[in-house]
């Protein structure tokens, strides 16, 4: 048998003996081990439920913060996007990648498939159809790169 309580340092959970009915063990959240307890701490603070309408508040807080971050953001590069373009910078005829940043997004990759399989995906899509679209090469700013 376990608490529920929406509170996680309250919940506990109780070992009972079918027959009799008798309370046999009981653990409580501070006799869990200590990363049970940072979990449960996070996730109560993430569901808003740890330091009550104050924690709420903050979450909301950031919720709408990010929100305005990501409008403003979409704003900006709406009024200064050159007209008719993506906005984005020009491909360089020989970009540089140092190592250490392919190897990190080839790890990625590895380690969330779904991750690497987008990459592989957008990368084939682009030189296989969007750099043979005219307006869309132009648009995409892949008309210098589209020779190499």
């Known amino acids: 048998m376990s608490s529920d309580a929406a509170d996680r340092p309250l919940r506990s959970d109780a070992q009972v003996d079918g027959a009799t009915g008798r309370l ?6 501070a006799d869990r081990h200590w990363i049970d307890r940072v979990i449960g701490y996070g996730i109560a603070a993430h569901e808003g439920a740890l330091f009550g ?3 709420q508040i903050l979450g909301t807080l ?4 990010l929100t305005v971050l990501a409008v403003s953001g979409g704003v900006m590069w ?3 996007r050159p007209t008719g ?7 360089q005829n020989r970009p540089r990648f140092r190592i ?6 080839v790890g990625l990759g590895v380690y969330m498939p779904l991750f690497g399989t987008t ?3 957008v990368l084939v899509v682009e030189w296989v159809v969007l750099r043979r679209i005219p307006m869309t090469r ?11």
Request: glycine share 12%; aromatic share 6%.
């Open 24 to 29: 046999v063990g009981r653990v409580a959240f």
């Open 100 to 105: 250490g940043l392919v190897a990190a997004i």
């Open 138 to 148: 132009r648009w995409l700013g892949l008309g210098r790169a589209a020779s190499c």
């Open 119 to 121: 990459l592989v995906i």
């Open 62 to 65: 950031t919720a709408l913060l």
């Open 78 to 80: 709406w009024r200064r």
């Open 85 to 91: 373009l993506l906005g984005a910078p020009l491909p």
């Open 53 to 55: 309408i104050t924690n």
